[in-house]
């Protein structure tokens, strides 16, 4: 009987020690950023000091509102979303700017739209008010839909 309690402590031991040691690394961001099923793709990094390029006008100044896309190149969801902002290029031109955003470079601006994820949508009117958001990964056909929708009062403004 000795024997099972003595084995049957290791394996709670053991259990615990597991379990603690994947919480230090999920603290300490040793998995790797698209883990987590479901979930969007990165986690963003701390804000650092200044960047070095020059910081994009959101809104544009053009008279349209303003649809940006903040990713990064090293993030596998913002890749394939930049596919996606190339097949609603044509759809949006006329109503809406395109812009993506690089937030390893520009890190002032995901603080300043308080981004928790990449990527992220953000559907920016004309006066800089937030019309809409989405965070991660969203399809072609779903993106056109929602932007459509939250452009719908500032076309019916412009007489569209």
Same mark, same amino acid.
């Given at each position: ?44 990094p ?34 394939r979303?930049k ?27 995901a ?6 994820? /990449? *990527? &992220?949508?953000? !559907?920016?009117?004309?006066?800089? $008010?937030? +019309?809409?958001? #989405?965070?991660?990964? /969203? *399809? &072609?056909?779903? !993106?056109?839909?929602?932007?459509? $929708?939250? +452009?719908?009062? #500032? ?6």
């Amino acid at each position: 009987m000795r024997a099972y309690r003595l084995w049957g402590l290791i394996a709670v031991v053991c259990a615990v020690v597991a379990v603690v040691a994947f919480r230090v690394a999920e603290s300490r961001g040793d998995r790797a950023p698209d883990e987590g099923a479901d979930g969007p793709c990165c986690t963003l990094p701390p804000p650092a000091g200044g960047a070095s390029a020059a910081v994009p006008k959101i809104p544009t100044g053009s008279g349209l509102p303003c649809l940006v896309e903040f990713g990064s190149d090293e993030c596998d969801e913002c890749k394939r979303m930049k596919v996606v902002l190339e097949e609603v290029k044509t759809d949006l031109q006329g109503r809406a700017d395109l812009l993506q955003v690089d937030t390893d470079v520009h890190r002032g601006e995901a603080a300043r739209f308080s981004l928790r994820v /990449i *990527p &992220t949508q953000v !559907l920016v009117g004309v006066d800089g $008010k937030e +019309l809409w958001r #989405h965070e991660g990964f /969203i *399809p &072609t056909g779903e !993106l056109l839909a929602a932007v459509r $929708k939250a +452009l719908e009062p #500032h076309d019916e403004a412009q007489g569209r």
